[in-house]
């Protein structure tokens, strides 16, 4: 007699978790896109490695010579609603070349992003696509807009961002930073 193995129970907001799907890039990459979770720590560890320095720092507002266990706890443990991090994996060899977050306040009225690719994989639009991907899940989630905090020095965020129809605003009280909305209902 043969026993079909059991899934473990989901708890909480986890069962409502998206599964892995495939998007396509703006120039036509294929990319296996699925939530983080615990087990991708050491992943997440080494797609930092191979995302520029600079890009580091644009992504996490500080310079990061290293991203570690305490920055990388938040993409990891995720509820999978209130917050979710989406890794992009190369298809072809399985190795991850992007992550996408996004937090939402409790009200889920407003949903930050935060999106990073490795340096081997940008401009070949794994940021747009990964854009869209965030912003179909936040507006799942019935968000009013999703926001991205931006130092005014990253350019090619702010321009992706603004294509994808973010409106940009100042950052009261930092005049290195931008926000930049898109409304979503």
């Known amino acids: 007699m043969t026993t079909e193995p059991t899934a473990a129970p989901l708890i909480g ?3 409502t978790a998206p599964s892995a799907r495939e998007i396509v890039t703006r120039r036509g990459e294929h990319l296996s896109v699925r939530p983080a979770s615990s087990a991708d720590e050491p992943a ?7 995302v520029a320095a600079e ?3 644009f992504r996490f507002l500080s310079a990061q010579a290293h991203v570690g266990a305490e ?16 890794l992009a994996f190369d298809p072809a ?14 009200p889920l009225d407003t949903g ?4 990073s690719v490795r340096s081997d994989w940008r401009g070949r639009g794994v940021g747009w696509a990964l854009l869209d991907l ?9 968000l009013r807009r999703v926001i991205s905090i931006e130092d005014r020095a990253n350019h090619a965020a702010i321009e992706l ?4 129809g973010f409106v940009a605003r100042a950052v009261e009280g930092d005049a290195t930073l931008v926000m930049l909305e898109k409304v979503l209902r």
């Open 161 to 164: 961002e603004r294509e994808k």
């Open 112 to 115: 930050e992003i935060a999106v």
């Open 71 to 86: 920055m990388l706890a938040p993409m990891t443990h995720c509820d999978h609603f209130r917050s979710e991090n989406f």
């Open 134 to 142: 965030i912003a179909e899940e936040a507006a799942k989630r019935g």
């Open 44 to 50: 997440l560890e080494a797609l930092f490695e191979r």
């Open 13 to 15: 907001l986890a069962a």
């Open 55 to 57: 890009d580091r720092r």
């Open 93 to 106: 060899n399985g190795e991850l070349v992007a992550t996408a977050m996004l937090a939402c306040d409790d």
